[in-house]
C-alpha cells in the first residue's frame, strides 16, 4: 500500500514540474502580447499626433495660398508654425517640418503637385490651390515587445494631409470682356460705372452666361440645371478655384429664380429663390440705387444731372451710332469721347476711378455733377439716407455681400450648354438694385476694379 502511494507522489511531482514549464511558456507569450498592444497602441496614438500635426499645417499653410510668390512664402510660413505647435510621442516630441516636406498644386491629388520651393515666380504660382505636408517618418521606440525574439526595438510611422480651397467666393456669373471704351479701363469696364450684365456679351441683349459652379474641366457640366445652381447662387460661391489663363463652363440664359436667388442679398427669400438666411445672409446695407427713384437716398440725391437710365449705353461694335440688338448686332459700352451726360446710368454708388474726387465729376463725365456726395460712397453709409438695414428677421446681415466676384471671360466661344470660355480676371461688381423685378429682369451692378490677388478668398479643407 504505501509503495503504491509513493509512486502516485512522484507522478504528482512530474506533473507539478511539466505545469510550471507550460506556466513559463504562457507568461513568456503574454507578455509579448501585451507588449504587442502596448506598443501598438503607443504606434496608434504617435501616429495619431503626426496626423494632427500635418492636418494643422497644410490647412495653415493652405489659407495663405493667392496666386503669387508672397502666397507660397507665407504658406510655408504658416505651416511650420502650425506643425510646431504640436508634439509626437505621446506629446513628449515638438514636431517640425520645413518646406523640403510640402509641394503645391493645382489638385489634391499627387500627379497635381510640385515641391512648393520650385514655385519661384507668380506665373508658377497662379493656379497652385492645394497644399500636401508630410511629416516624413518619424522613429519610437518599442517597450515591451523587445522581449520577442528577432524583433526590431525601434518602429517608424509618419503623417501625410492635403488641404485646399473650396466653397470660393465666385458668383456663377460670367460676364465677358468688352472693347477699349477709350478711357482708362480694365477689361473693358470702368470703376464707379454701371453695367447690365445681359448686354456686356458679343451675343446681344438679353443672354447672360452663367457658369457651372462644380466643374472648370472643359465639357464636363455636372451642375447645368437651374435647381443644381440655386445653392451656390444664393451663397455666391463655386466649388472650384477659377485661374486666370484656365476655363469656365458656361450656360446661356436668365432664369427667374436664379435671378431671385442674387436678391437674397437684399433680404429677399422666397419659396422660389430658396435661400436660407444662414447660408445666404443679407448685405448690412440692402439700400437700392435705381436712378428712377425720386425719395431721399436716391442717386439724385448725390448726382447733380439726373440720371435717365440705369447703366452706361451700350451701342453696336459694327455701328457706334445704333443701339446694340439681336446677334447680329452684339453690344459694347458707348466710347467714351461719344458720351453725353444721358448716356452715363448712376455713378459711384459704391466705387470710383482709382484716386478721383468728387470734384472732377465734370471732366469725367462730360459735364456732370456731384452735389451732397456721401464720403466715402453711398453703399459704405451705416446709417442716414442712403443706409436701409436688412429685414429683422434676417439681421445683422454681413457686410460686403453685395458685392458680386465674377469671372470676366473671353466670350467668343461661349453660350449654350457647357461651352468653355477662357477665364481672363475676376472683377468686383456691386449690385446697385435687385435683379428679380417684373418687367425688368437682369442683373445691374457697377464695377469696382480686379482683384488685387489672382486668386479669391475661399473656405480650406482637408481632401486627404
Not at 134 to 144: A, E, K, P
Not at 163 to 178: F, M, R
Not at 354 to 363: D, E, F, I, K
Request: overall charge positive.
Amino acid at each position: 500500500m504505501s509503495k503504491h502511494i509513493k509512486c502516485n507522489l512522484y507522478g504528482m511531482q512530474r506533473q507539478q514540474g511539466a505545469v510550471a514549464l507550460i506556466v513559463a511558456i504562457c507568461l513568456v507569450s503574454l507578455v509579448g502580447m501585451l507588449g504587442l498592444v502596448l506598443d501598438l497602441g503607443h504606434l496608434y496614438v504617435t501616429r495619431t499626433e503626426l496626423q494632427n500635426a500635418a492636418d494643422s499645417s497644410s490647412l495653415s499653410g493652405a489659407k495663405e495660398l493667392n496666386g503669387k510668390v508672397t502666397g507660397i512664402n507665407n504658406a510655408i510660413t504658416r505651416a511650420i508654425e502650425a506643425a510646431g505647435k504640436n508634439k509626437y510621442n505621446l506629446n513628449s516630441t515638438a514636431v517640425t517640418v520645413t518646406a523640403s516636406n510640402m509641394w503645391v498644386g493645382s489638385c489634391p491629388s499627387d500627379g497635381c503637385m510640385v515641391p512648393i520651393s520650385s514655385v519661384t515666380s507668380d506665373a508658377l504660382a497662379g493656379d497652385k490651390t492645394f497644399l500636401k505636408v508630410d511629416t516624413g517618418l518619424r522613429t519610437i521606440n518599442t517597450w515591451f515587445i523587445q522581449v520577442l525574439p528577432s524583433v526590431a526595438n525601434t518602429t517608424q510611422t509618419f503623417g501625410l494631409a492635403v488641404a485646399g480651397k473650396y466653397a470660393v467666393d465666385i458668383t456663377p456669373i460670367a460676364i465677358c470682356e468688352l472693347p477699349d471704351p477709350g478711357t482708362t479701363h480694365e477689361f473693358g469696364y470702368e470703376r464707379g460705372v454701371s453695367y447690365k450684365v445681359s448686354e456686356a456679351n458679343p451675343i446681344g441683349p438679353g443672354t447672360m452666361f452663367w457658369i457651372d459652379p462644380e466643374s472648370n474641366t472643359p465639357g464636363v457640366c455636372p451642375a447645368t440645371s437651374t435647381n443644381d445652381t440655386l445653392p451656390y447662387v444664393c451663397a455666391g460661391k463655386v466649388g472650384f478655384t477659377p485661374i486666370v489663363g484656365g476655363t469656365v463652363n458656361t450656360n446661356t440664359g436668365i432664369s427667374v429664380p436664379q435671378l431671385s436667388a442674387l436678391d437674397s442679398r437684399f433680404g429677399d427669400y422666397t419659396p422660389q429663390n430658396k435661400c436660407d438666411v444662414s447660408t445666404a445672409p443679407p448685405d448690412t446695407n440692402v439700400k437700392e440705387y435705381r436712378y428712377n427713384n425720386a425719395g431721399v437716398g436716391s442717386p439724385r440725391n448725390w448726382m447733380g444731372t439726373d440720371p435717365v437710365q440705369q447703366t452706361v449705353t451700350f451701342v453696336q461694335r459694327t455701328n457706334v451710332n445704333n443701339l446694340c440688338g439681336p446677334p447680329s448686332r452684339p453690344c459694347m459700352s458707348k466710347p467714351y469721347g461719344l458720351r453725353t451726360v444721358g448716356n452715363y446710368g448712376v455713378l459711384w454708388s459704391g466705387y470710383r476711378k482709382t484716386g478721383a474726387v468728387v470734384s472732377q465729376w465734370p471732366t469725367l463725365y462730360s459735364g456732370n455733377t456731384a452735389t451732397s456726395y456721401p464720403e466715402p460712397s453711398p453703399y459704405a453709409q451705416a446709417s442716414g439716407s442712403f443706409y436701409t438695414a436688412p429685414p429683422a428677421s434676417a439681421q445683422p446681415g454681413k457686410a460686403g455681400r453685395r458685392v458680386l466676384n465674377m469671372v470676366i471671360v473671353d466670350c467668343t466661344t461661349a453660350g449654350g450648354v457647357c461651352r468653355p470660355a477662357p477665364v481672363l480676371a475676376v472683377g468686383r461688381f456691386l449690385m446697385q438694385r435687385r435683379s428679380d423685378v417684373a418687367g425688368d429682369r437682369d442683373v445691374f451692378v457697377e464695377f469696382g476694379g480686379l482683384l488685387p490677388t489672382p486668386l479669391p478668398t475661399s473656405d480650406i479643407k482637408l481632401y486627404r
